[in-house]
């Protein structure tokens, strides 16, 4: 495991045998978490894991584990059935955590995929916005919180009509 | 066509990205160094076993300054990034038979440094890593990657 001493401890599980997605998100989480403690009021009312997958090898899937005093991240060799994961590719996930893009539009586009349950919703949208560069460090071009909001009803009403669908076509 | 590692090749390197008008567009204003690490690993005959390349490249004002070798490894000091991976992994991605952001992604090529830096820059670092890639002036006299006993899969995993 490898951590800094920092008031909020961003842990990463398997070290130099980590994957490059996890390594780096470990070290971007840190980096916020260290220097704006606006990250880490967000992170402590987190708790829940979410899996993000890269969409370029979608071998390559890291664990986020919440856990409101800390954040762990693990590399995971099989996404587990009824886990919540979020599959995007480098620069989406940059355009994400600059605000320029929301989860919505590249749902749309297809530049991203998601699996989560409806009950899921809130704790996802926390976990996007903690996701996002401090505020500090975005140009004015934000998507406003209300958008956010907004899209995540939109996919919530895409996923219920999605397992509705499911359950109708496969009883 | 320059010889990889060559100084005209650094050159030829430098000479590309500013040649590209995009990049001029996306990379950022503020100074940038990075230093990029070549680790020998027995399958590239450019680097011995144990041996290691190391070069800078510094951004600023849009435009690359610098794009030169370094007689040892970089201190850390005024550094904003560093990129190591195995010699064959580089030479993979400069002959365009590795995707270096697969390759980032899979820790095949290990990046330290300022990861909000990264996402701010995104665009600008893929455009500068597909360069590298698709750029056809390289030499290779001892011969081009995939390297004898390796694959292209097996070289990005």
């Known amino acids: ?171 | 066509m320059s010889v990889i590692y060559s100084n005209d090749w650094y050159g030829d390197m430098k000479n590309l990205v500013n040649g590209t008008k995009e990049m001029e567009k996306l990379a950022p204003k503020n100074r940038l160094v990075a230093a990029f690490e070549v680790m020998g690993d027995g399958a590239s005959p450019y680097v011995p076993k144990d041996g290691a390349i190391y070069y800078l490249i510094v951004l600023e004002g849009g435009k690359v300054q610098e794009y030169k070798p370094l007689s040892t490894r970089h201190d850390g000091k005024g550094l904003n990034f560093r990129f190591t991976a195995p010699a064959s992994v580089w030479e993979g991605i400069a002959a365009a038979q590795i995707d270096p952001i697969t390759a980032g992604l899979r820790g095949t090529i290990k990046v330290r440094g300022d990861m909000r830096f990264l996402m701010q820059h995104a665009e600008a670092v893929k455009l500068l890593v597909d360069l590298y890639g698709h750029q056809v002036n390289t030499e290779w006299p001892l011969g081009k990657p995939p390297y004898a006993g390796q694959t292209q899969a097996s070289s990005a995993a």
Not at chain 1, 53 to 77: H, K, Q, T
Not at chain 1, 115 to 138: I, K, N, T
Request: overall charge neutral; aromatic content about 10%.
């Open chain 1, 1 to 171: 495991m490898v951590g800094q001493r920092v008031s909020y401890q961003v842990l990463l599980h398997g070290g130099d045998s980590a994957s490059g997605l996890a390594d780096m998100l470990h070290q971007y989480l840190l980096q916020n978490c260290s220097e704006f403690p606006g990250k880490v009021r967000q992170a402590r009312e987190l708790t829940g894991d979410v899996l993000f997958r890269a969409a370029e090898d979608e071998a390559v899937c890291v664990r986020i584990a919440f856990r409101g005093e800390s954040i762990g991240l693990e590399d995971v060799p099989h996404v587990p059935p009824g886990a919540t994961v979020m599959t995007t590719d480098f620069l989406s996930v940059a355009r994400l955590t600059r605000g320029e893009a929301g989860p919505v539009g590249l749902l749309a586009r297809g530049k991203m995929r998601v699996r989560f349950s409806v009950s899921q919703l809130p704790f996802l949208v926390q976990v996007l916005r903690f996701m996002q560069l401090p505020e500090e460090l975005r140009e004015k071009r934000t998507i406003s919180p209300w958008i956010w909001w907004a899209g995540g009803t939109l996919a919530a009403g895409g996923a219920g009509a999605g397992l509705y669908w499911y359950f109708q076509t496969f009883p």
